[in-house]
């Protein structure tokens, strides 16, 4: 039963998610702990209050906190560049499924799963996509039951700790192991999370967007937005 996976549904719930964020590599994940005011501040910046309200901003809030300090990344501006590309990728944190594949009754799902190679649409606040990285992802997060993603990829919408876990092993994975994010290059991190971004005219706007989010970010970590590097981002040159 995959609803066996946690004990309860929020991570702040600290046991309810602990066994899903532990395992082998538990120990070389120490990430930073951000400050709970301006994880607050950074959240407000890229407007995820106006989406999410109330105790659900509380706990994400702390969800975040906890997912970043259970993680490799290890400096603010590593975190600022996860949480610009989150709110970028769920619309300031509003959206867990990717919008096109669910709208108007799911009329568009068939070409999506045609696409994606299966039901493995963007899920998760990293929305997360195509049959490679659920097989990869799931791998690194559900050792005992490697294909646990690809049997149940709903889970990562569907779950808050399996949403978290996913969105930092995603990171590990696909950017925080490139060469250059860890020291603040923003412009490999887009390249890593969403390639086109940096190379395609019309996803440019994506990039801006992406940037824009990542400076706010910054600020509310108290980091001079004019440190955001994006020399290897051609959209933002």
């Excluded at 999410?52 to 997912?67: E, H, S």
């Excluded at 925080?176 to 996803?203: L, R, Y």
């Amino acid at each position: 039963d995959r609803m066996n996976v946690t004990v309860g549904g929020e991570l702040s719930e600290r046991q309810a998610c602990a066994s899903i964020f532990a395992g082998k590599d538990a120990d070389s994940r120490k990430g930073i702990k951000l400050a709970k005011d301006e994880v607050e501040k950074a959240l407000k910046a890229v407007q995820a209050d106006l989406y999410v309200k109330d105790d659900a901003f509380k706990r994400l809030i702390d969800n975040l906190i906890y997912a970043v300090q259970n993680s490799k990344i290890a400096s603010k501006k590593e975190a600022a560049m996860l949480i610009a590309h989150l709110a970028q990728n769920s619309g300031s944190f509003q959206f867990k499924t990717e919008q096109y594949c669910v709208v108007n009754n799911g009329a568009n799902k068939k070409g999506c799963m045609g696409a994606y190679g299966g039901n493995y649409y963007g899920r998760g606040y990293i929305q997360m996509a195509t049959k490679g990285n659920y097989e990869a992802i799931s791998k690194a997060v559900f050792k005992e039951e490697p294909d646990r993603l690809l049997k149940y990829p709903e889970m990562v919408a569907e779950d808050d700790c399996v949403n978290w876990r996913v969105a930092i092993a995603f990171w590990e994975l696909n950017v925080n192991s490139v060469d250059g994010v860890k020291d603040g290059k923003f412009g490999k991190s887009i390249k890593a999370v969403n390639p086109p971004d940096c190379t395609a005219n019309t996803h440019k706007q994506n990039a801006m967007n992406r940037l824009a989010h990542y400076k706010k970010v910054l600020t509310a970590f108290g980091i001079d937005e004019k440190e955001a590097d994006v020399s290897d981002c051609d959209n933002l040159k």
